[in-house]
């Protein structure tokens, strides 16, 4: 074999190149791997430091995070311009470190995510702090938690072009941050007001323990390109400055509390009222705070929170849940809303008591809603979890109202899933796991020792029981009870011959799909229609 010439270059090539060893970092398992590797070498050190930062960092501890300022202390000038996501999930830290950290962090031109758990203590480190993070120009997506003053002056401050933002004000240092201001002071509070800095580019926005009130500020910015309002764990919602600021809008989203304080069979009269000003306003024209979405795409909640919005324009997917018996007062309005919105596609979840029957009120809703809603329907997913109610004590009488009143619409796809109710002492007794001893932990993915440390991160380790199981004799299992009433229900369902009935019935019906969850995880029984033209109802069934 020839010989390597070495005299001209001086040194042999690598056995592993720079790519390899590069691809050798980024595919480590932790960085404390991929910083030992790039401190093998000049140029590993100074590539490998991109490769690593490409992934999210997750920072929980001080010493995590005086770790990493070093690491990117370690070359200034262009460490820092590779990090692209940062997770904070700490409190408070010491004032030094908070001013180290503030003057690192305006040299991140490239972070585009920044997420803080505790963003009011984090702050309130140090005022520079604050000062440092609004100079960030590059962030689109912004995620504070237990917000409070100090996040409200990050927000005025910060010019960034933010397209996604998560707000939750929930409870920071032990104290709801709304408790702490005056109610006056709250539509400065309002988000088409303090998030005005972002009204070009916010496309997406998540309020969460976001409160307003009926009075508010009429929004000085309109945000065009904003698509998606999220609002979680919010009690009562008042349309119109949403509707003035985000004319384009096209989902909501919402996951409020409503359905557990409202009461049986009751309207609440706050609910009842916020309803109809949302009505009143958005029959008003524009020019006097009034009007209603138009470009409006899908809506998805409780009906509770849909009742409560008052909507007014066309919607062409509805997303409902009426799973909680304290809807069963707003149920009868039900008729009323689709007959405003008019939707192409409704998801109805529900089920039947003593307390709710919601099957009914869709059953009398889609006789109720006027001819416009009815011809504008055109597919139907239900899903409906049978428990007999004095109402209506068996389930082939609920199937039948409800398929009575589906032959009333022009639905062509129509999806249907029954599910059987089983007591919650039986579903324990079959359910193994249930008295199953685990003693295990979460690791939340926060990797601060590849940052600061030489030990092991630490590992969840099995813990072995404190007793032999092979010795240990175990008691003979119980046989399962028989089927409660509505579980036979359920289980004797004839869900071919009822699939077919709704086919003979329904001549504008092309694609049919009905489900019956059968008791006790037994699997499940499926009718569907073939799709050859011939309307054959096919049958099959599986055992999960």
Same mark, same amino acid.
């Given at each position: 074999m020839d010989s390597i010439d070495t005299a001209s270059g001086g040194t042999h090539p690598p056995t592993l190149n720079y790519d390899v060893l590069l691809n050798v970092v980024a595919q480590s398992g932790s960085r404390r791997t991929g910083?030992?590797?790039m401190h093998?070498?000049?140029?590993?050190?100074?590539?490998?430091?991109?490769?690593?930062?490409?992934?999210?960092?997750?920072?929980?501890?001080?010493?995590?995070?005086?770790?990493?300022?070093y690491f990117l202390r370690g070359a200034p000038q262009s460490r820092p311009r590779h990090v692209r996501e940062l997770s904070l999930h700490m409190s408070d830290i010491q004032p030094r470190l908070a001013q180290l950290f503030g003057r690192v962090c305006t040299?991140?031109?490239?972070?585009?995510?920044?997420?803080m758990t505790s963003p009011e203590r984090l702050l309130g480190s140090d005022p520079a702090l604050v000062v440092g993070l609004a100079k960030l120009k590059s962030l689109t997506h912004l995620s504070l938690s237990d917000s409070g003053e100090q996040a409200c002056t990050l927000l005025r401050l910060l010019q960034a072009p933010l397209k996604t933002v998560l707000l939750s004000w929930g409870y920071a240092a032990g104290k709801f941050y709304w408790e702490t201001i005056d109610e006056d002071d709250w539509p400065e509070l309002h988000p088409t007001i303090l998030l005005e800095n972002f009204a070009g580019t916010l496309e997406e926005l998540t309020c969460q323990w976001w409160h307003t009130c009926e009075d508010y500020i009429r929004p000085r910015k309109t945000f065009p390109r904003l698509q998606h309002l999220i609002i979680e764990e919010v009690g009562m919602f008042y349309v119109a400055p949403y509707v003035q600021a985000f004319p384009n809008l096209a989902r909501i989203s919402v996951h409020s509390c409503n359905d557990e304080n409202t009461f049986h069979d009751e309207?609440?009269?706050?609910v009842e009222d916020n309803h109809e000003l949302n009505v009143a306003r958005q029959s008003l024209p524009a020019s006097v705070h009034g009007g209603t979405w138009e470009r409006m795409q899908e809506f998805q909640g409780s009906f509770v929170d849909f009742y409560i919005f008052g909507l007014a324009c066309h919607i062409?997917?509805?997303?409902?849940?009426?799973?909680?018996?304290?809807?069963s007062g707003y149920l009868p309005f039900l008729g009323e809303t689709l007959s405003h919105t008019t939707p192409a596609y409704l998801d109805f979840t529900t089920r039947s008591d003593d307390e709710c029957d919601g099957l009914k009120w869709l059953s009398t809703a889609l006789r109720d809603m006027n001819i416009e809603a009815r011809s504008r329907l055109k597919t139907l997913a239900v899903g409906f979890t049978f428990e007999s109610s004095r109402d209506v004590p068996d389930l082939a009488?609920?199937?039948?109202?409800?398929?009575?009143?589906?032959?009333?619409? !022009?639905?062509?796809?129509?999806?249907?899933?029954?599910?059987? !109710?089983?007591?919650?002492?039986?579903?324990?007794?079959?359910?193994?796991?249930?008295?199953?001893?685990?003693?295990?932990?979460?690791?939340?993915? !926060?990797?601060?020792?590849?940052?600061d440390s030489d030990e092991e991160s630490a590992r969840v380790v099995p813990m072995s029981s404190s007793r032999n199981e092979q010795d240990e004799v175990r008691a003979p299992r119980k046989s399962p009870p028989p089927l409660t009433?509505?579980?036979?229900?359920?289980?004797?369902?004839?869900?071919a011959a009822y699939t077919k009935g709704l086919v003979e019935t329904l001549p504008s019906l092309r694609d049919v799909v009905v489900i019956v969850e059968r008791p006790r995880n037994r699997g499940r029984r499926v009718a569907t229609l073939t799709c050859d033209g011939s309307r054959i109802v096919e049958c099959l069934e599986y055992d999960q």
């Open positions: 910083l030992a590797i093998t070498c000049r140029v590993l050190y100074y590539n490998g430091a991109r490769i690593l930062l490409r992934d999210p960092v997750h920072l929980s501890t001080e010493r995590g995070l005086l770790s990493f300022l040299c991140m031109k490239g972070l585009e995510s920044l997420t309207v609440d009269e706050n062409p997917r509805l997303i409902l849940n009426a799973n909680c018996s304290t809807a009488a609920a199937m039948e109202d409800f398929a009575s009143a589906v032959e009333r619409t !022009y639905v062509d796809g129509l999806q249907l899933t029954i599910v059987s !109710y089983t007591p919650f002492h039986i579903t324990r007794d079959l359910d193994d796991s249930w008295t199953a001893a685990w003693n295990c932990s979460y690791d939340q993915g !926060y990797d601060d020792a590849d940052w009433a509505e579980e036979q229900m359920v289980e004797d369902f004839d869900v």
